[in-house]
């Protein structure tokens, strides 16, 4: 019997042994890889079809944003209210999003009604036609939007810095204007449609309590079509980075406002390059938890903002190293000051024991999360394979964060927070 009275072992989150539960792959007719990982006790079942048409592959802008957001607004068969209102009836979400090198469909559902569905996407991929009253609809309701987050200051912020980081007309750095909206055509979309999604490049992932039939029911709707195998290499265009000269941007958006958004960023290399998942816990200390030098200082001691993050986007082609925040508008120029000494303590000072081994536990009880349940498991497969990495990645990552020297930050610390090499932003 269990002691009540002496408390439980303590054990660091470091000391765990995690293990990436793997997944198992399968090809259809077609040679459409799916990657299944079976887990979890409830039939609960998610299917994510990953298409290489993201904005990366368009030649005009918003065509690829709303070839993805249209696909269930309608096909030759079925309205857009008899799509949706079928996915409703069987307790179903049916998800779309567009991202810079690749766009999604996302279904989550109970398991014994996916034969129900997958017939439906079947349909989707293979014979949408974006109405012309749809796509009038979706331009208005955009450009509303747009109008609408136009007056925000942390929307500006968001559109500028990429901008500034990898050119205006990189997919990574282009946004979107009232007359981008105006302009969208629905030829143009489904031609953008045809070469992308009915005749494009594709895999298939899956997740949770799996049917004994389901690789069965996909290869039987999805392996005759048309669609092809993705590969991260063969499937990604490089676009020329063309970052801007000037490094320091004040911007007025709204002269009444008393916020501001600041902004701090530099150009960064992808997942690819050896430094990336070392100065991932490099990062984790300076901006990347609660318990961060950024928030200590800039939220806790100062009263600056209510929280400031520093963060490595996840691109594909590169990365960039960003630090956020909304603070008042009379202290975002000592908001950045801040910032920036508290890089040059990274620079100058070796991280004492205490605050490493704390970040240590933080970053793999993060991971401890992520693998909790079969869509984050899911959701961390994908992210490796995007990115043309294997579990080798994964576990080496984990090696890191449990050896990583405050010696070797220090050296990260001077080789890349450097403010010479950062852009600076404010919007007000």
């Known amino acids: 019997m269990i002691n009540r009275t002496i408390a439980p072992k303590i054990t660091n989150a470091v000391d765990f042994h995690l293990v990436l539960p793997p997944y198992k792959k399968y090809i259809l007719k077609n040679g459409v890889e799916v990657f299944a990982i079976d887990l979890g006790q409830l039939d609960t079942l998610m299917v994510n079809w990953v298409f290489s048409a993201g904005n990366s592959f368009e030649e005009k802008n918003l065509i690829a ?21 079928h996915f409703e009836y069987y307790g179903s979400f049916l998800n779309r999003s567009c991202q ?24 989707i991929v293979t014979d949408s036609i974006f109405p012309e009253e749809e796509l009038d609809i979706y331009i208005k ?36 204007s009232m007359e981008d909206y105006a302009s ?16 494009g490049h594709c895999a298939i992932f899956v997740a949770g309590k799996l049917p004994v039939d389901i690789i069965e029911s996909l290869d039987r709707h999805f392996g005759s079509l048309p669609i092809k195998p993705w590969h991260a290499k063969e499937d990604t265009i490089v676009h020329p980075i063309l970052s801007a000269k000037e490094k320091k941007y004040r911007v007025t958006n709204d002269e009444n406002g008393v916020q501001g958004s600041v902004r701090i960023a530099r150009n960064f290399p992808n997942r690819h390059h050896p430094d990336f998942q070392s100065a991932g816990v490099l990062n984790n200390i300076f901006g990347g938890y609660f318990g961060s030098r950024l928030m200590a200082n800039i939220r806790e001691d100062k009263g600056y903002t209510y929280g400031i ?14 630090i956020s925040t909304e603070a008042g508008k009379d202290v975002c120029e000592a908001t950045i000051e801040e910032v920036y000494k ?22 793999i009880g993060t991971i401890l999360g992520d693998l909790d349940g079969p869509f984050h498991v899911a959701a961390r497969w994908k992210n490796i394979m995007l990115n043309g ?11 890191i964060i449990k050896t990583i020297s405050a010696k070797e930050l220090q050296e990260l610390a001077n080789k890349y927070l450097q403010p010479k090499e950062f852009y600076e932003l404010v919007v007000v």
């Open 65 to 85: 944003a709303t070839a993805n957001h249209l696909l269930k607004n309608g096909t030759s068969k079925k309205t857009a209210f008899e799509i949706n209102e």
């Open 100 to 123: 810079n090198e690749t766009a999604e469909i996302n279904l989550h559902c109970l398991g014994r009604y996916v034969n129900e569905l997958l017939p439906v996407i079947a349909e």
């Open 141 to 176: 309701n955009m450009q509303q939007r747009l109008q609408v987050s136009l007056k925000k200051s942390d929307f500006v912020a968001g559109r500028l810095i990429d901008a500034y980081l990898f050119g205006e007309k990189h997919p990574y750095g282009k946004y979107s």
């Open 184 to 199: 969208l055509q629905q030829n143009e979309i489904q031609t953008f449609y045809k070469k992308y999604y009915q005749q």
């Open 309 to 322: 993050h520093s963060y490595l986007l996840n691109h594909l082609q590169e990365s960039a190293w960003m």
């Open 342 to 363: 508290e890089m040059e303590l990274l620079r100058d000072e070796l991280i004492d024991e205490e605050e490493l081994q704390t970040a240590r536990n933080f970053m």
């Open 389 to 399: 990495l294997d579990e080798n990645y994964f576990y080496n990552g984990i090696q």
